[in-house]
């Protein structure tokens, strides 16, 4: 799977390359032009989500290079591929049509790893607007039940659509909610993480439950710069 990065083993037995290429703020345009260049580097781990805007491009090139000759194709399954299931979609209805959408754009049969992109919700208003806002400028929250998010987020797992389940931007509580009542448990929490935000209390809970802590913005955030 990897041409360089150590390879983990999560709590499912599934292997995941420690080396993420990260793909928040790359335009569409911008991933067809450096995600070559990545995977020529040697990256075989992929992170996306669905908010992302760029699940289709990242498509495009994974296809390229499926579909080039023995000396320089990759297969399915040198390739880790992550996602997240958006604010928006954590209504136990509509979970399936987020990751399948997810699918369609990533042109794959299975990706090896969904996220909740975060514990808190936002309005499905059903016209496919991410971040909805209220008249005064205030975003449209919603609460929904995670545990039946995660629920039909294990349907898609015992289909064969997903091969691993895990969380992002959550807490330990978050965690715990998840964990105790899950059938599939969570492998991976993706946090903010670097020198300035070291989350050594939350690596080391999410250790005791054999969750990895996962890094973004390891070296800072970009998007965050205060």
């Not at 499912?12 to 911008?30: C, H, M, N, V």
């Not at 040198?78 to 958006?86: I, M, N, P, Q």
Request: some cysteine.
């Amino acid at each position: 799977m990897s041409a360089g990065a150590e390879i983990l083993t999560l709590c499912d037995g599934k292997k995941i390359p420690t080396l993420a290429f990260g793909t928040w703020q790359i335009s569409a345009d911008k991933i067809r032009e450096v995600l070559p260049q990545a995977l020529d580097a040697g990256y075989r781990h992929i992170d996306t989500a669905y908010s992302f805007g760029n699940e289709q491009a990242i498509g495009d090139v994974l296809q390229d290079y499926f579909s080039r000759g023995p000396n320089d194709r990759l297969k399915r399954e040198d390739v880790f591929v992550a996602t997240k299931l958006w604010l928006t979609f954590l209504g136990k209805d509509d979970v399936r049509g987020c990751v399948e959408e997810s699918l369609r754009r990533l042109q794959l049969n299975y990706v090896d790893l969904v996220m909740i992109h975060a514990p808190w919700g936002l309005k499905n208003r059903g016209d496919g607007t991410l971040f909805p806002v209220d008249s005064a400028g205030n975003f449209e929250c919603e609460n929904y039940d995670l545990i039946e998010t995660w629920k039909a987020l294990e349907k898609l797992v015992s289909e064969g659509k997903v091969r691993s389940l895990g969380v992002s931007n959550f807490n330990s509580v978050q965690v715990d909610l998840i964990y105790f009542v899950s059938k599939v448990k969570p492998v991976v929490n993706q946090v903010e993480c670097h020198a300035y935000l070291p989350q050594k209390e939350l690596q080391d809970f999410c250790l005791k439950r054999g969750v990895k802590l996962e890094a973004f913005a390891p070296l800072g955030s970009p998007g965050r710069p205060e």
